[in-house]
């Protein structure tokens, strides 16, 4: 015990305490480093093991979010679009009416280009046969011509179904002829003038046109 507390030796006894010191902070450095290493191996191994026995409850959370995100997206399709189409309602429908010139010489005949948009939200169905679609000419107080006067049955029906913001198009070169309701033979044969035009499907018309016959 003497010679722990009174070193011995040829060097001056601070030089002892000094080495002694020393080593014993190198042991303190060395069980510190071990302590550090032992508890970084065993938090690991705790990180690990929990993130191992969170992530199947994480996955099973996600599957289940992505699930009820398409069952409300299918909803929403299903709410957005009836699974059997509608007859087109009045406000839906926009109804147009072009013409191929507005001065026609005798040898050439106005060609007629009526037009049915989809203006609503929804597809919906509608009848654009002549039954249903009248393109209308007149001159003045004079009714000259109309789609329905000659139809036929295969022409007095046809069914659209129209996509929203969809539209029909249809052409009808006019012969510069006159009819009347029955479809009579012998009238006479429209002169030079100005006329209009206007089509009209069900209660929506639209904006008549203007041309004139030489």
Not at 13 to 42: C, E, N, P, Q, T
Not at 121 to 140: F, K, Q, W, Y
Not at 177 to 182: D, I, N, P, S, V
Request: include cysteine; glycine fraction near 8%; charge should be negative.
């Amino acid at each position: 015990m003497s010679t722990v507390l009174h070193p011995v030796g040829p060097q001056r006894a601070r030089v002892y305490w000094v080495r002694r010191l020393v080593v014993v902070a190198l042991l303190l450095l060395v069980a510190a480093a071990g302590w550090a290493i032992a508890a970084r191996f065993l938090g690991d191994g705790g990180d690990a093991a929990a993130s191992a026995a969170e992530q199947p409850e994480d996955r099973a959370e996600e599957q289940s979010s992505g699930e009820r995100a398409d069952e409300r997206a299918a909803e929403d399709d299903a709410d957005a679009a009836p699974a059997t189409p509608v007859d087109c309602v009045a406000d839906a429908l926009q109804v147009t009416l072009t013409a191929s010139g507005q001065i026609y010489d005798a040898a050439t005949r106005p060609v007629l280009t009526a037009t049915i948009t989809n203006v609503g939200d929804v597809p919906c169905t509608v009848d654009a046969g002549d039954a249903n679609r009248e393109i209308l000419i007149t001159s003045g107080p004079d009714r000259i011509w109309s789609s329905k006067d000659c139809a036929t049955a295969d022409t007095a029906s046809r069914q659209l179904l129209l996509g929203a913001g969809a539209a029909d198009t249809a052409e009808l070169t006019w012969e510069r002829t006159r009819t009347a309701e029955g479809c009579p033979a012998g009238l006479p044969e429209p002169r030079p003038g100005t006329y209009q035009a206007v089509t009209t499907l069900g209660t929506v018309s639209s904006v008549p046109v203007v041309f004139a016959l030489l």
